[in-house]
C-alpha cells in the first residue's frame, strides 16, 4: 500500500496521467496468466487491510462517542461555549464559518485518526486527486471486466469468506471479553486464530 501511495503520489502532479488508464493496464494484467501470483498477493493485503481498517474503525468510532459524550460539568460548560461560538460565528460569516467552526470543533474533541484510516483516506485523496478531472465512470467497465473473469471471481468470494470468518471471530470474541484475535495462514484459504497477550 505504501508504493502505491508513492506512485499515486507522483503521478498526481503528472501531466496528462490518467489513473483510470493504469488501473486498466494493471486489470489486464492482472487477468493474464502472468498475473495469477500478483492477485492472490493482492487478495491477501484487501484482507488484511479491509479486516483492519474495520476493526480500527470500530474502535474509532467507539472512542469518538465516549468523547462526544457529556461526563462532567466542566464537559458541558466546553460543549455549551462551543455551541454559544458556532452560533455566533453563524450571524457573522454565514454558513461557510458555520462548518470550518464545527469542523475545527470536532477535531479538538474526537480522537486521532489511526495509520490505517490515515493512508486509506490518503490513497483515495490521490485517486481523485488528478484536478478533479477522475471521473469514477471510467472504472466501471474496469469493473465490468474484473467481474467477467471467473479466476477473479472465485478470488472475490473467498475474500468474502475470509471477512467473515475474521469480523466473526473478532465479534465471538469480543462478545465474550477475550482479546482481539491475531490471524496467520494468509494466503492459503484457512487461517488460524492464535491467541495475542
Known sequence: WDRLEGLLEKAKD??????????????????????????SELADQ???TADNLGAETIGYVIEA???????DE???VKAFRSLQHIIQLQSEEGAEGIGKEVQKE?????????????KFFRILALLGAQDGQTDPAKFVP?????????RVQRTASEMVARLGERMLSRGLRAAFGLPPPSFDG???????????N
Open 74 to 76: 466542566v464537559a458541558a
Open 46 to 48: 484487501v484482507v488484511d
Open 65 to 71: 462517542s465516549r468523547a462526544l459524550v457529556v461526563n
Open 142 to 150: 474496469i469493473l465490468r471486466k474484473l467481474g467477467q473473469e471467473p
Open 186 to 196: 494468509e494466503g492459503t484459504g484457512t487461517e488460524t486464530v492464535t491467541e495475542t
Open 14 to 39: 503528472s501531466q496528462g496521467y490518467d489513473v483510470s488508464a493504469a488501473v486498466d493496464q494493471l486489470t489486464d494484467y492482472i487477468i493474464s496468466d502472468n498475473g495469477e501470483q500478483l492477485l
Open 106 to 118: 470536532l477535531q479538538e474533541s474526537l480522537p486521532p485518526l489511526t495509520p490505517t484510516m490515515e
